[in-house]
């Protein structure tokens, strides 16, 4: 029985023994009429201990049930607003709380109290709930699903609305799970993006030494020397034909070779290669003996006379 039968029980009570009284009255005697009116006043004294008696039994277990949804009484407390609710809190527990002793449109002072502590433990629930949906956009299965920031900021909003400390704790260990993430993640990039500047300012540094030495081996080419082969003209005066150039190691011309007998033979000179000055160079000629001079051709068994002059 709740409050509100009990509260239907004692009207009925009530008119009932008035109307045994009016009707004591109407049938019998003063003396009768005194003697019922004594036995329901205690009747009705009876009744009324009795209503009360489980009034108080009802508050008591009214408290007791929704003391029980906290971690704490919260019932004639002060700080009713930060009790949070008790460890693994069930839905279920609450919702029959409430159909029990939650009481629609009351006046009474009490009740209010009754009404606001069962709709402050089903806001808690509430708040849990939805704190783990935000969480597991980011952190579901025991893995992290997600590290995008926003989505992360409400899920930590979400989480410190809980005032139960061990969901709080829950969830929180989720999220810090996920910025671990998040930094290794963050880490990596910046390792990322130091290789990569290293490697364009080593690459950039490259870049310079390659145009640093480019002048150098261009001026290393443009200052060797040109060598040009040099080359001695020959007239043809002295050789009968037309001039012709010719490679100074090439200039060496052979000379005529006087027939070889036992008699006297002409020495043979080195032929002195042209000069590099320039222009018409005269060949040179070893110098042969001047005047008529004798020797023997053995194979035409015979000798000769003349003068070297008629070998030119």
Do not use: C, H
Request: charged share 35%; no cysteine.
């Amino acid at each position: 029985m709740n409050l509100k039968e009990m509260i239907k029980n004692k009207k009925i009570v009530t008119a009932s023994i008035a109307v045994l009284l009016v009707a004591g009255v109407a049938v019998g005697g003063k003396v009768y009429a005194d003697n019922q009116k004594a036995q329901e006043q205690e009747r009705i004294a009876k009744v009324e201990k009795d209503q009360q008696a489980k009034e108080k039994q009802l508050k008591t277990d009214t408290e007791k049930a929704v003391n029980d949804l906290f971690e704490k009484a919260i019932i004639d407390n002060k700080d009713a607003e930060k009790i949070a609710i008790k460890n693994d809190l069930k839905d279920d527990t609450v919702k029959k709380v409430k159909e029990q002793y939650f009481v629609e449109k009351t006046n009474d002072a009490w009740q209010k109290v009754i009404n606001d502590s069962i709709v402050n433990a089903d806001n808690q629930l509430k708040q849990i709930d939805t704190a783990k949906k935000a969480v597991e956009k980011v952190f579901k299965d025991n893995k992290v699903v997600n590290t995008d920031q926003k989505n992360i900021d409400a899920a930590k909003k979400e989480v410190d609305k809980i005032k139960n400390a061990k969901s709080k704790k829950e969830l929180s260990d989720k999220l810090a799970k996920v910025k671990q993430e998040v930094d290794r993640k963050a880490k990596e990039k910046e390792k990322k993006t130091e290789s990569k500047q290293n490697d364009t300012e080593q690459s950039q540094v490259k870049q310079e030494e390659v145009q640093q030495e480019q002048p150098v081996s261009q001026q290393q080419v443009t200052e060797q020397p040109v060598y040009q082969e040099e080359v001695a003209t020959t007239s043809n005066n002295d050789w009968g034909g037309q001039a012709q150039q010719q490679p100074v190691q090439e200039q060496v011309q052979s000379v005529p070779t006087p027939p070889v007998s036992g008699g006297n033979q002409a020495p043979e000179q080195p032929v002195t290669p042209p000069s590099s000055g320039g222009g018409t160079q005269q060949p040179s000629y070893p110098d042969y003996p001047i005047g008529e001079q004798t020797g023997d051709i053995p194979e035409n068994g015979g000798s000769w006379t003349g003068g070297w002059e008629e070998v030119k």
